[in-house]
């Protein structure tokens, strides 16, 4: 069995150091600050309040423990704006998705209107008449349009009906 003695200066030491921290606590927190905002919207600082006494004071005090810092409160509070979650993430991917879709949705609408629409003029008539480029009516050629005819009906039954 081993018998251990205790230090005498080790407690002196933890003493001396206990003492130093609070010491040097008291000394980094400084004067008491107040802020307030004058008649003409100033923001102002003292180590005296204003007559009126419309201020508040400042928080001035620092963590020894974590070492001397900037207040960066404000700048953390607008990095993290900036830095989404994880799952603010993907929130934001589905939504950027189904606003994809719905403007595809819409573009496939209008052309499946317009294709309809072409169907519409020139299945029924084998006679369909047209304007040049000198602006005359024309009588279209029945191969060109059994070409658009086809064309407008293969657009339709590949997406118009899903």
């Known amino acids: 069995m081993r018998v251990t003695k205790k230090q005498p200066g080790l407690t002196a030491a933890k003493f001396i150091l206990t003492s130093f921290m609070l010491i040097s606590g ?22 005296q ?6 201020s508040e004071r400042v928080d001035t005090r620092v963590d020894v423990s ?12 607008e990095a993290a704006a900036e830095q989404s979650s994880p799952a603010e993430h993907i929130r934001e ?14 573009v496939t609408e209008a052309a499946c209107t317009n294709n309809k629409a072409i169907i519409a003029q020139l299945e029924p008539f084998p006679r369909v008449m047209t304007r040049n480029e000198e602006g ?15 064309a407008a009906q293969d657009y339709v ?6």
């Open 26 to 47: 008291s000394c980094l927190a400084g004067p008491e600050i107040f802020r307030w905002v004058d008649d003409q919207g100033v923001v102002n600082f003292s180590e």
């Open 49 to 54: 309040p204003p007559a009126n006494g419309k």
């Open 66 to 77: 974590q070492g001397v810092q900037p207040n960066r409160e404000s700048a953390s509070d």
């Open 93 to 106: 991917e589905r939504a950027a998705a189904r606003l994809e879709a719905a403007e595809k949705k819409a």
């Open 136 to 150: 005359e009516m024309v009588r279209m050629d029945d191969n060109v349009r059994l070409e658009k005819l086809s």
């Open 157 to 162: 039954t590949a997406n118009c009906f899903k």
